[in-house]
């Protein structure tokens, strides 16, 4: 549900003496703010060009209106309360009342007017990332504009040059306030419907943080060594799943505003990334993948046909990316007999584990966390534990799914015989091969067929 922050002061803006295609004497926009950390519907447009809209993973897009021939939205800087998981919040700084900030999304040729007002304690600025702009619309504090100050309000305006998909974040103090969680995904559409249309189109940012387990806010003087790694600001079990019709043409579109990459997999399917950050790419520059890599301060967008149904696995491929916090400064204790000193070391350190020595699925395990504090690995599906946190979810593909109907499907129905199963095998040891328990390595052999050799 979006609420309404109500119409601030206008006097500031009104001016005798206008210039033509600036703000005048009208109120500024309403600034809608989002309370829900949930994927809220499709904003199918109003008014101009109709298009498909995206859905945000665990977000929204920001509503507008028109004056005139210029789209007007409003963004609000302020700190903001973000739930990671149902178990964590995170103090975070943010836009319209959560982090990461709503998804803009306007058409191409539009004209758009973004009203931007400063409710942090320090000055920012907003950059939009990738977008053609007039250099005085860039949004980098000092260079392109002066900051905007803490109660201030500033205006950019430009037009959507080309469609596509991009991001915005502040250009002002960048280090702390992107280490906040202060950025957004600006979507593009192209003017003709029909150019690359999709039947669902989904959309996130990638943020990372470093949050004490037991604290609430980031540290914003991590460089490379974050704990919680997300999508929109959520982590597993706390991101949505996504349903998808089987047969539909599926786009997702990705931002990383990481300090590292991630390889994105998509099980049971293979894709195309067809558009990036820089635009569209074209058919022919297209290649089959199942993993895509994005880069730090990138957008990739790719495009699958959904037609393998089932619940499939999305994750980053670095599996400490798929953790949460206080998995990450372990020792390796494989092979070694846990149990004693597992006792002894906890007496000293309540919060430690060790790991990988009595076949236990770590998901299954039951330790002792700090408060606001999510386990390392966790979440369940219909067999047991997944052992999963970060950046994961589940594309769940389902037969005859409404055209705008993003809810949870639940389980997938495995249809009877098409699930791995349990045999009863009568040994505990499979019959293999006999070979010697020590090979003979290839340079062996060669030296023992030399030695007989007659030289
Ligand atoms: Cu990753």
Redesign the pocket.
């Known amino acids: 549900m979006i609420s309404r922050r109500g119409f601030l002061g206008t006097a500031a803006l009104v001016s005798a003496t206008a210039v033509s295609g600036r703000v005048q004497a009208a109120a500024i926009p309403e600034a809608p703010i989002m309370d829900k950390v949930t994927m809220q519907p499709p904003l199918h447009p109003t008014s101009g060009p109709d298009y498909r809209p995206v859905v945000t993973l665990n977000g929204w897009s920001l509503p507008w209106r028109m004056n005139g021939d210029w789209k007007e939205y409003h963004l609000v800087a302020e700190p903001v309360v973000r739930e990671f998981a149902e178990g964590m919040k995170a103090f975070l700084w943010g836009y319209n009342g959560q982090s990461p900030g709503p998804t803009i999304e306007a058409v191409e040729g539009d004209k758009v007017r973004i009203f931007v007002t400063n409710k942090l304690p320090e000055p920012t600025t907003v950059h939009w990332h990738g977008m053609i702009v007039p250099s005085g619309m860039d949004g980098v504090g000092g260079l392109s504009q002066p900051h905007i100050k803490p109660g201030k309000t500033f205006v950019y305006e430009f037009e959507m040059k080309k469609s596509g998909t991009f991001m915005y974040h502040p250009h002002s103090d960048e280090m702390v306030q992107m280490a906040m969680g202060m950025m957004g995904m600006f979507v593009v559409h192209p003017r003709d419907p029909a150019f690359r249309s999709v039947d669902r189109d989904f959309v996130f940012i990638m943020s990372s943080y470093d949050v004490d387990p037991g604290t609430y806010i980031p540290k914003v003087t991590e460089m490379t060594n974050f704990n919680m ?1 997300a999508w929109n600001s959520r982590v597993f079990p706390g991101i949505d799943p996504m349903p998808v019709r089987l047969g539909d043409r599926v786009r997702v579109r990705i931002g990383n505003l990481t300090m ?1 990459n ?2 994105i997999h998509l099980h049971g399917h293979s894709f195309s990334v067809t558009c990036t950050d820089g635009g569209w790419v074209p058919e022919s520059a297209q290649w089959p993948e199942t993993t895509t890599d994005v880069p730090v301060g990138a957008v990739r967008a790719f495009e699958v046909i959904a037609d393998n149904p089932g619940d499939w696995a999305f994750h ?1 491929h ?1 599996s400490h ?1 798929t953790m949460n916090a206080m998995g990450h400064d372990l020792r390796t204790l494989i092979g070694v007999p846990k149990q004693a000193i597992a006792k002894a070391v906890k007496k000293l350190a309540p919060d430690s584990m060790v790991m990988g020595s009595t076949g236990m699925a770590m998901g299954e395990m039951e330790m002792p966390l700090p408060d606001n504090t999510l386990p390392m690995m966790t979440g369940s599906g219909q067999f047991g534990a997944i052992e999963m946190g970060g ?1 994961f979810t589940v594309v769940k593909i389902r037969e005859g799914l409404a055209r705008d109907d993003y809810r949870d499907p639940g389980p997938y129905k495995f249809p009877a015989g098409t699930v791995a199963y349990e045999i009863d095998a009568p040994v505990s040891e499979p019959a293999r091969q006999k070979t010697p328990a020590t090979a003979p390595s290839p340079a062996e052999k060669r030296g023992k067929s030399m030695k007989g050799m007659k030289m």
């Open positions: 790694w590292t991630h390889p980053c670095k990316h950046m």
